[in-house]
């Protein structure tokens, strides 16, 4: 099977380019104090995690909710929810996983806390937690210092959880083209974390785990003194709106499209809308066509402004590189993995749309 083979639309993973991107994030980690936790929300695909942990500098994976957890527990044994998992059904599952791996979830609330110990206990197993610190992004988290030291106190003296550390995502500051003030305020936004560790541990707290980072900060996250895991998830397919960004990774999926309608010499009109591509984040760029961009997204159609005389007909295939990695890989079941224009291999995205959603 071949690109021309492809039904459209379809999503695209280039996989010697995703494999140079894992092996260049292992190597900025091999021989360093702070280890890599790679985000699986970014992909959803058993087939890049397993990739991810064999190039090694891994401690862990990084999940964002309790299915995705469900889908990796046969990869690897130490899975970070980081994320608040709220809801007894959830907390259910957690202490279900909690009996095969080693988990740990994001806790901000002693709502939450109770939460997750009613479940631990009544499974009979531990669940790891971190609480979860506010380091500017204005999501969830307790503030860092007293608040979380608080938090943390309440979580150590209760049945069915374990106290492993905090945790501080640094999201608002991941997108910051200049590297200059990524780096400060990044620094500035870890240390707040680093010492809400220090204050814990000068309380008798145990604190081993510090974790934060993604895509744009892993550097800058990862060698500040006492940070010991990055949650980075992007970098292994990379999107246009971190290609803004002085990364040094590839741009490694893309959707694939087929033209279905030429109405006039500057437009031309593919079969892949936002059905297949998310916006969020800005309009998907057009791989390969000079002076082509996407001026609409509808549901079924991407409409493409071209330049006059663009070598472009009715049946062409042509790729959108998204503008946003998590939404876009979330809205396909599969991708095709791709070496030059063969298809070598169907890699099922398994935890999107994966059993949140039972029958009553
Ligand atoms: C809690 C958390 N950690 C880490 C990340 C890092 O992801 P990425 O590397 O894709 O920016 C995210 C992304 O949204 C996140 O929500």
């Known amino acids: 099977m071949t690109r021309t083979d492809i039904p459209t639309p379809a999503l695209l993973i280039d996989v010697p380019a995703m494999e140079r991107n894992i092996a260049r994030m292992a190597r900025f980690f091999a021989g360093r104090p702070c280890r890599l936790r790679p985000h699986f929300k970014a992909h959803k695909t058993p087939e890049i995690a397993r990739r991810q942990l064999a190039a090694g500098s891994c401690t862990g994976l990084t999940c964002a909710t309790v299915s995705e957890a469900e889908a990796v527990a046969g990869l690897c044994d130490d899975l970070l929810i980081a994320n608040e998992v709220i809801g007894a059904d959830k907390c259910a599952r957690v202490a279900a996983l909690a009996a095969r791996v080693h988990v740990t979830i994001a806790v901000d609330s002693l709502a939450g806390l109770a939460q997750i110990a009613d479940a631990a206990t009544a499974r009979g197993v531990v669940v790891g937690v971190l609480v979860d610190v506010n380091v500017g992004q204005q999501r969830c988290g307790v503030l860092p210092g007293a608040d979380a030291v608080a938090l943390a106190t309440r979580v150590a003296s209760t049945r069915g959880v374990r106290l492993r550390g905090v945790m501080g995502y ?191």
């Not at 870890?190 to 081993?208: E, H, I, K, S, V």
């Not at 292994?236 to 490694?252: G, H, I």
Request: glycine share 10%.
């Open 170 to 360: 640094e999201g608002h500051l991941q997108p910051i083209a200049g590297r200059t003030e990524r780096e400060t305020r990044a620094r500035e936004a870890m240390q707040q974390l680093t010492a809400t560790a220090d204050a814990a541990r000068a309380a008798g707290l145990p604190c081993d785990v510090v974790s934060g980072g993604g895509t744009g900060t892993y550097d800058i996250s990862g060698q500040v003194a006492g940070v010991t895991e990055i949650q980075a998830g992007s970098y292994v397919l990379m999107d246009t709106d971190y290609a803004r960004l002085d990364l040094p990774f590839e741009a490694a999926f893309s959707v694939l499209g087929t033209v279905v309608s030429r109405p006039t010499a500057d437009r031309c009109v593919a079969d892949c809308g936002h059905k297949s591509t998310t916006k969020d984040h800005g309009m998907p760029s057009v791989k390969g066509i000079p002076g082509a961009t996407v001026t609409s997204l509808n549901d079924e159609h991407a409409v493409i402004a071209l330049l006059p005389g663009a070598a472009v007909q009715i049946g062409d295939r042509i790729e959108l590189l998204p503008s946003h990695t998590d939404p876009t890989i979330n809205l396909h079941d599969a991708f095709y993995a791709m070496n030059g224009n063969d298809v070598i291999g169907v890699w099922r995205i398994t935890a999107r749309g994966y059993a949140e959603h039972r029958q009553p």
